[in-house]
């Protein structure tokens, strides 16, 4: 018989519950406590559903499919639950969207910097401090990535999450320090970005169509960044992967189900047309 402790629930008698009930239960609840949301926003069709897999055994990962349409733009929504400032590196296609650079999801990459309870939308790969170029759905070919020779994260959408080091006093901010911006990132497309401590905003085979997704370099939207400090933590907090795919491989791996309906102009059970009949004459 298994060691039981003993746990108080509110209104009963004290009731007995086995250990690893217990040990699950907590688990479960940590696993639940993100510090940020992330999802991605089409333009045509809005917040797209998430298709919530398993964490690998790694309860500070979140892995959800997304299914994509060809040529559709899109950015990634991340709202951070806590009341300290985090910084956020995010690589789409295996690439750091601020640097262009190949991403480890490391704190010493260039990355976006989201006060507390705050909620922004990236949807491009930064080319300039007041420019982005907007991802859209595409073929690996197509990709960003694609374009490098990079195929090693197609269809992947990676957040890692870095919170704040706590500092003996905090940082001063001067919002003249490089001529732009708000301190607080109200009201500011792409709020502050950063590298190491301080920064600037800023081959496999590719897969046949139907079968591997990557993001495009697409057209050039304004969008403000400004410089502020950040010094991570040294241990990543969690870390999010969104997996997006075309419908067709989304329903051949059963993630969404899909029923396709007989067509009642075709019989093709044996795989062959039939003879047509001879003509009544």
């Known amino acids: 018989m298994g060691q039981t402790c003993v746990t108080v629930l509110p209104g009963r008698q004290f009731r007995l519950l086995p250990a690893s009930l217990i040990v699950w239960l907590a ?12 999802e991605l926003l089409s333009d045509g069709r809005g917040a797209l559903p998430l298709y919530r897999v398993g964490s690998a055994g790694n309860h500070d990962t979140y892995r959800a499919y997304v299914e994509a349409l060809e040529g559709d733009q899109y950015g990634i929504r991340i709202r ?26 490391r704190k010493n990459e260039q990355m976006y910097i989201l006060g507390p309870h705050e909620s922004a939308t990236y949807d491009g790969w930064r080319t300039a401090r007041d ?8 073929d690996p070919g197509d990709s960003y990535a694609g374009a490098f020779g990079d195929y090693s994260a197609m269809g992947v959408v990676a957040v890692a999450v870095y919170r704040e080091r706590e500092v003996p006093a905090p940082y001063v901010y ?3 320090e490089d001529g732009a911006g708000r301190e607080d990132g109200s009201g500011s497309p792409a709020p502050g970005a950063m ?15 139907g079968e591997a997704v990557g993001t495009g370099f697409g ?9 502020v400090r950040f010094t991570p933590e040294s241990r990543v907090a969690e870390r999010h992967f969104l997996k997006y795919e075309w419908r067709s491989t989304l329903c051949r791996k059963g993630i969404v189900g899909c029923r396709w309906s007989r067509n ?12 047509p009949p001879v003509p009544v004459r």
């Open 195 to 209: 590298g190491a401590e301080e920064g600037t905003a800023g081959k496999a085979e590719a897969g046949r169509r």
């Open 27 to 38: 688990l479960a609840t940590a696993a639940s406590a993100s510090t940020v949301d992330v």
């Open 80 to 105: 951070t639950k806590t009341g300290r400032r985090v910084g956020v590196v995010v690589a789409v296609v295996g690439r750091n969207i601020l640097s262009g650079k190949r991403s480890n999801l």
């Open 174 to 176: 001067n919002r003249q």
């Open 264 to 275: 009642r102009f075709w019989d093709d059970d044996d795989g062959y047309a039939p003879v």
């Open 131 to 138: 420019t982005v170029n907007r991802f859209y759905f595409t």
């Open 219 to 227: 057209d050039e939207k304004h969008s403000p960044s400004y410089r």
